[in-house]
């Protein structure tokens, strides 16, 4: 499985023999406006109703563009949890998707909506802007569907207003936020399917892991039987422990897998897996042995590589492996 992809497994058509479910998560697009015949927002949402994400189906919902569609939700959230929401809208002159991460108190719209309404320069609650409850540095943005980027500016229309009521409705941590549509996107249902399956998944654990240098050559050692993920093969490493950076980190399991003293230098990069029971972030450093004889503790054998295809590596090493040998 390539890092942070949404594990087809994860995502399944719904069937007659439906199992105990969780929550269910919510999903909602607009009618057409403005002159357009068709919403992307609305399309895609009737297109994912029904499917099951990490065994919470999804439930969807085409807004009216006036002031009831705005509240819709906000009032549904008094009556039902959901495990996630989603709101999707179009927007009309963007290039790229856009993860919106703020909610504006304001209202001023250049057009009015689909009832005629048309408040300009007010506020919706004079409370002050409110920011979505997801975590995208836990997300791998670079990495997802159509390279959607982060907003902090969802307008001042309908799609701003939704999101807004939404969030200040809701009175826990339910993950929410808004995603921006362009008119044309190559697959905006496995991107939305993507930031569902993100939503959902446990946070980050942070892990080293080292790219041992050596004459060329960078290091992979294999996970013993009784280990973890036993006969895949790695870069060493572990978890950060309190108040740990990435060096840090290395310098300190290193020696305690391989009884080697390293120096830590620069970073080659940042990739997050999904193994299904944690999600890691693995941050890849160059480490060059300073001394010390290797001895292993968690690995039964080891191998020093000059490219990626010599070794069975876990989940994202690979690719790792590519980018190590690229320099």
């Not at 058509?13 to 105990?20: I, L």
């Not at 999904?274 to 042995?289: A, P, T, Y």
């Amino acid at each position: 499985m390539t890092a942070c992809q949404c594990d087809d497994a994860n995502v399944i058509e719904g069937d007659e023999s439906k199992p105990t479910m969780e929550e269910p998560i919510l999903v909602t697009g607009f009618e057409p406006f403005g002159g357009h015949t068709t919403n992307i927002s609305g399309d895609v949402a009737l297109a994912l109703d029904g499917l099951t994400v990490r065994n919470h189906v999804i439930e969807s919902m085409v807004l009216s563009v006036d002031e009831t569609g705005s509240i819709a939700v906000a009032n549904r959230t008094s009556e039902q949890k959901f495990a996630a929401i989603i709101h999707l809208g179009l927007a009309e002159n963007a290039e790229s998707p856009q993860i919106e991460m703020r909610a504006k108190d304001i209202l001023d719209f250049r057009i009015p909506d689909n009832y005629g309404r048309q408040i300009r320069d007010s506020t919706i609650t004079g409370t002050g802007d409110l920011y979505s409850t997801i975590k995208p540095n836990d997300w791998d943005i670079d990495r997802m569907i159509d390279s959607p980027i982060l907003s902090n500016d969802a307008g001042e229309f309908l799609c701003n207003e939704t999101l807004y009521r939404t969030l200040y409705a809701l009175k826990n941590d339910t993950p929410c936020f808004f995603l921006h549509l362009p008119l044309e996107q190559n697959d905006a249902n496995g991107l939305v399917l993507q930031c569902i399956d993100r939503m959902l998944r446990p946070a980050c654990i942070d892990v080293g892991a080292g790219a041992i240098i050596q004459g060329g050559k960078f290091l992979a050692a294999r996970r013993a039987p009784n280990e973890k993920h036993a006969g895949w093969w790695e870069f060493p490493g572990g978890k950060f422990e309190d108040g740990e950076d990435a060096a840090a980190c290395l310098v300190r399991e290193i020696r305690e897998e391989l009884e080697l003293e390293v120096e830590v230098g620069n970073k080659i990069g940042t990739w997050i897996f999904d193994h299904d029971d944690v999600v890691v972030r693995l941050h890849v450093m160059i480490c060059r042995i300073v001394s010390g004889d290797m001895v292993l503790h968690v690995h039964d054998k080891f191998r020093w590589c000059t490219g990626p295809d010599e070794v069975e590596w876990l989940g994202p090493d690979r690719e790792i492996a590519e980018a190590i040998s690229a320099r």
